[in-house]
């Protein structure tokens, strides 16, 4: 039986509908991390509290996802209930890399039955997941040297950044 994984289908075993999904990391994932990284917290703690605390409950939706790339450490634990869904989270090595903008990783991430199937696409970096919505040295408080205007500061940015990578 040839199914198409990407377009879904029903497992005639199980009746269990199969699909693998594709995401990328987006804008609030890359805020997400962000905010995690400048906290400083490096253990476990329950992301989505964390979030409503500093009321930035907007950016619930994805951070969760990016244990696909490596990015955060989900704790492995159960609830009274027996579901694995307890909500805490911790930032990694490369987590702390990709925020500081030293660390590339693939575009995508393939998912099929909530378990990474691959990672695919062309490298990227966190400027590059935060598009052009926000200016990752205003929101990491970085302001290269002898920068007087916004403009001076990208194109300075861009060479300490391509500096970086070696």
Same mark, same amino acid.
């Given at each position: 039986?040839?199914?198409?994984? %990407?377009?879904?289908?029903?497992?005639?075993?199980?009746?269990?509908?199969?699909?693998?999904?594709?995401?990328?990391?987006?804008?609030?994932?890359?805020?997400? !991390?962000?905010?995690?990284?400048?906290?400083?917290?490096? %253990? +476990?703690?329950?992301?989505?509290?964390?979030?409503?605390?500093?009321? *930035?409950?907007? !950016? *619930?939706?994805?951070?969760?996802?990016? *244990? +696909?790339?490596?990015? !955060?450490?989900?704790?492995?634990?159960?609830?009274?209930?027996?579901?694995?869904?307890?909500?805490?989270? &911790?930032?990694?090595?490369?987590?702390?890399?990709?925020?500081?903008? &030293? !660390?590339?990783?693939?575009?995508?991430?393939?998912?099929?039955?909530? &378990? @990474?199937?691959?990672?695919?696409?062309?490298?990227?970096?966190?400027?590059?997941? @935060?598009?052009?919505? +926000?200016?990752?040295?205003? @929101?990491?408080?970085?302001?290269?040297?002898?920068?007087?205007?916004?403009?001076?500061?990208?194109?300075?940015?861009?060479?300490?950044?391509?500096?970086? +990578?070696?």
């Amino acid at each position: 039986m040839n199914q198409d994984i %990407d377009a879904g289908y029903t497992c005639p075993c199980c009746g269990q509908f199969v699909k693998r999904y594709c995401r990328k990391i987006n804008t609030s994932m890359a805020l997400t !991390l962000i905010a995690i990284y400048q906290s400083k917290k490096r %253990d +476990f703690f329950h992301v989505e509290n964390w979030l409503e605390q500093i009321n *930035r409950p907007s !950016l *619930r939706a994805d951070y969760h996802k990016l *244990r +696909f790339w490596g990015l !955060l450490e989900k704790k492995v634990a159960q609830r009274e209930d027996g579901s694995n869904r307890n909500g805490y989270y &911790k930032i990694t090595e490369r987590g702390l890399m990709f925020a500081e903008n &030293k !660390l590339y990783v693939p575009e995508k991430a393939l998912i099929l039955n909530n &378990k @990474l199937h691959s990672l695919e696409g062309k490298e990227i970096t966190i400027v590059d997941a @935060l598009k052009d919505k +926000f200016n990752y040295s205003e @929101l990491m408080n970085i302001i290269p040297a002898g920068a007087k205007t916004d403009k001076e500061a990208k194109e300075k940015t861009k060479i300490i950044q391509s500096n970086l +990578f070696y």
